[in-house]
């Protein structure tokens, strides 16, 4: 399996629109298996022992027949990065018609942040607020920030306030309710994440199909923990992204629009996945040889991504892939 991966690896670079947590494109290795394309995106800085889930859900892609979907079209959320200015906000909220909930990227600059929430309420008043904080808060600084936050108006949720698995616990005792906390982070990257503990620490469970090791497993994790779920993405190729809206179709509940419009985020894609009416339709899609060809990354490159999935591979996902039984 490893050879074919590495024979028919495609490696692409997608530049971004915006500058997306200091990222300004992304580099995606794309391969197909007997049931499909599967995507390995993790970022650049990961280490091997955190690729190894990624590699799994690529090949889980690629190997496994998808489950059947018990709904076709998934609501999703507007995603804004720690932008600026509101002319840069209208253009970006612009990028999903008809979203009716907004995740906001706040924590490095209360200010900025505060700003950038008063806008966004301005231009879509009816549209839910949550914020992803990635886990730049401490317990007591972000008691008095998610205060100060709400009381400009209602905050659907908060998404990894604080880092750790204590802190959030603490931070959600001393809320008492009053805003809910989502956990990001602190299941993805987790070495363990069907043996972690939530209870009292979080109201809502991310789920990302890369990070978590596939779909199967992310079903598994949102079955253990019997929470709210939001499926969501790590600024995927449509190829990605339409492992997170096959996941977000099969859940049993599903209670939130969903984090899976990131594509929207890039200047150029490789499949399309239109955004209509605040939704994206589950569709299969098989990434466009032309677009392939044109954002192929210079051979050394190409080099480099076969040496991190050899390395990913003895890290750990050739023994999860055997444990799963999937061969070609
Ligand atoms: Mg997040």
Redesign the pocket.
């Known amino acids: 399996m490893l050879d074919s991966i590495l024979e028919s690896l495609r490696v692409i670079e997608l530049p971004t629109k915006t500058d997306f947590r200091s990222v300004t494109s992304r580099e995606i290795a794309l391969f197909e298996g007997p049931a499909g394309w599967g995507e390995f995106s993790p970022f650049l800085e990961y280490a091997p022992s955190e690729c190894v889930p990624w590699l799994v859900s690529a090949i889980e892609a690629a190997t496994v027949a998808p489950p059947q979907p018990i709904r076709s079209q998934i609501a999703i959320n507007a995603t804004l990065p720690a932008i600026d200015g509101e002319r840069a906000i209208s253009e970006v909220l612009s990028w999903y018609p008809g979203a009716t909930a907004v995740k906001i990227k706040v924590g490095n600059n209360l200010e900025e942040d505060m700003a950038r929430i008063a806008y966004t309420r301005k231009v879509l008043p009816d549209a839910a607020i949550r914020l992803?904080v990635?886990g730049h808060w401490k317990v007591n600084e972000a008691l008095e920030v998610i205060k100060k936050i709400s009381a400009l108006g209602p905050i659907q949720y908060v998404?990894?306030p604080c880092a750790t698995l204590a802190e959030l616990r603490e931070l959600h005792t001393k809320l008492n309710g009053e805003v809910l906390i989502a956990g990001?982070?602190v299941i993805r990257k987790s070495a363990t994440p069907l043996a972690l503990d939530l209870g009292g620490a979080i109201d809502i469970l991310?789920l990302k199909v890369a990070p978590l090791g596939g779909i199967k497993r992310s079903l598994e994790i949102a079955d253990l923990h019997k929470l709210p779920t939001v499926v969501?993405s790590a600024l995927e190729s449509a190829v990605g992204i339409s492992r997170g809206l096959r996941l977000a179709s099969v859940l049993p509940q599903l209670n939130f629009p969903c984090g899976l419009a990131t594509g929207a985020l890039l200047q150029n894609d490789i499949g399309s996945l239109p955004i209509s009416g605040g939704s994206i339709e589950l569709t299969a899609v098989r990434p466009n040889p032309l677009a392939i060809a044109t954002y192929a990354v210079p051979a050394e490159r190409l080099a480099w991504w076969r040496e991190r999935i050899r390395n990913t591979w003895v890290a750990g996902a050739q023994e999860w892939i055997a444990v799963e039984g999937w061969s070609w």
């Open positions: 992803d990635n998404e990894q990001d982070e991310m969501s």
